[in-house]
């Protein structure tokens, strides 16, 4: 079956611009995961849903960034006004549930702010 | 908050070797334990978890783990290299308490495999 898939792919912002990256998770997927993942170091923890309630958005860097999933289903990172220190690779992953559940991860958003 | 430890950002081994990359964590809880794979410009796949039961863990590709919670580690073996296991390997660790869902994850290991 499908997998968690993003877009876009590669996402090049000129500084102070805004970005949205989207992610579109396993179909009936209860729980959803943002993760940044700068180069060199593993994921970090952004923020999680389950269905449309973001319970945990404690990994947030800034009030420029923004997570929403109206419908509990597809989800949307924005970033307003990006930075420098934005550029990473921005991984989306979800799981049935919670907890011991797998989380399946997508191919990941590159985003480079120049 | 958990941390994680993965000894050696770099590993290499020769095609048919054992493979050891090695994963500590800091808690005292004994924690759900993870390790991911990843291949350039793809995400993470899982490889294997541990919950709860047997310590000795196996996943796909021939890999396995084992919880050693006396030693807070969790490394990942496999007993000959396959030049398809060139890639990037992450340990990961769940938070405890009320945040269990969050997977903290260590710097990665990237493995090269030699012909």
């Known amino acids: 079956g499908a997998g968690v898939s993003q877009s876009p792919r590669y996402k090049v912002a000129k500084r102070g611009q805004d970005v949205a990256l989207r992610c579109d998770p396993i179909?009936?997927?209860?729980?959803l995961f943002w993760y940044q993942q700068a180069l060199g170091q593993g994921p970090e923890f952004l923020t999680y849903f389950q269905n449309e309630a973001q319970l945990d958005k404690s990994g947030l860097p800034s009030d420029r960034f923004f997570a929403e999933r109206p419908e509990g289903s597809v989800s949307t990172l924005k970033i307003q006004r990006t930075q420098q220190e934005d550029s990473a690779v921005y991984l989306c992953?979800?799981?049935?549930?919670?907890?011991?559940?797998?989380?399946?991860f997508g191919p990941g958003t590159r985003l480079l702010v120049l | 908050a958990q941390s994680v430890t993965q000894l050696g950002s770099h590993v290499s081994v020769s095609e048919g070797a054992l493979v050891l990359l090695r994963c500590n964590y800091s808690s005292s809880v004994p924690p759900y334990l993870f390790w991911y794979v990843q291949y350039p410009n793809q995400g993470l796949q899982l490889l294997l978890k541990?919950?709860?039961?047997?310590?000795l863990v196996k996943g796909i590709n021939g890999f396995e783990a084992e919880f050693k919670k006396s030693e807070t580690s969790f490394h990942l073996t496999k007993p000959s290299a396959h030049m398809s296991d060139a890639a990037e390997y992450f340990c990961a660790v769940t938070e405890s308490g009320g945040s269990n869902y969050k997977l903290t994850f260590g710097k990665g290991t990237l493995l090269t495999v030699n012909p």
């Open positions: 541990y919950t709860t039961g047997a310590t």
């Open positions: 179909s009936g997927h209860v729980s």
């Open positions: 992953a979800s799981s049935q549930y919670m907890v011991t559940e797998t989380q399946y």
